[in-house]
């Protein structure tokens, strides 16, 4: 068996610590629920009250202390997740919040495109399927990719003839912008 030892930098960039990433999430963790107990913002997160700009200050000061320095960068990191947000991470480590899954975030994405491109017929929306499927394994997509195999098992001349070039093109974009934001 073998297993991947992922290590996190942390602290200031002066003098950055270099910690295994699941040591530090489990004392970051530890943290968080021993703070859970007394400190009033995240008291307020814990009811889903509205935090004012003082709240989040002194959460920011109270992790970014010298023993962790925790920060929305780091956690970002550690969690692989590009847009979380400190609160959001607070809820999670609490069990109030959960990321959504990059399948689901994709899986979305070409949902709503289908329903908006409501005159798909059968055989399009299996070649958009076809797309999600391609690209949520190799998380990229190009042009040149669509006519290759498996696309080519539409016919000789897909995508072609099945979508227009601008409805080629929108989910062409939606998978870079997902590549972005799902894969970063």
């Known amino acids: 068996m073998i297993q991947e030892r992922e290590y996190i930098d942390y602290g ?51 992790l970014n202390s010298p023993e962790l320095y925790v920060t929305e960068e780091t956690l970002q990191k550690v969690y692989k997740q590009s847009k979380g947000t400190l609160v959001q991470f607070i809820k999670k480590i609490l069990g109030l919040y959960e990321f959504p899954e990059p399948e689901r975030k994709i899986e979305e994405a070409f949902k709503t495109f289908m329903i908006e491109k409501n005159y798909l017929n059968a055989d399009q929306v299996n070649f958009m399927r076809t797309i999600q499927t391609v690209f949520t394994k190799k998380q990229h997509i190009e042009y040149i990719d669509l006519f290759e195999p498996p696309f080519t098992s539409f016919g000789p001349n897909a995508p072609v003839p099945l979508l227009q070039k601008d409805d080629l093109d929108q989910v062409l974009n939606i998978c870079r912008g997902l590549e972005t934001e799902v894969f970063a």
């Open 12 to 62: 200031p960039i002066t003098a950055p610590k270099s910690i295994l990433a699941k040591t530090y999430i489990e004392r970051v963790e530890k943290r968080i629920k021993e703070l859970a107990e007394s400190h009033p913002t995240i008291q307020k997160i814990m009811r889903d009250e509205v935090l004012t700009e003082r709240d989040l200050e002194e959460l920011e000061k109270t």
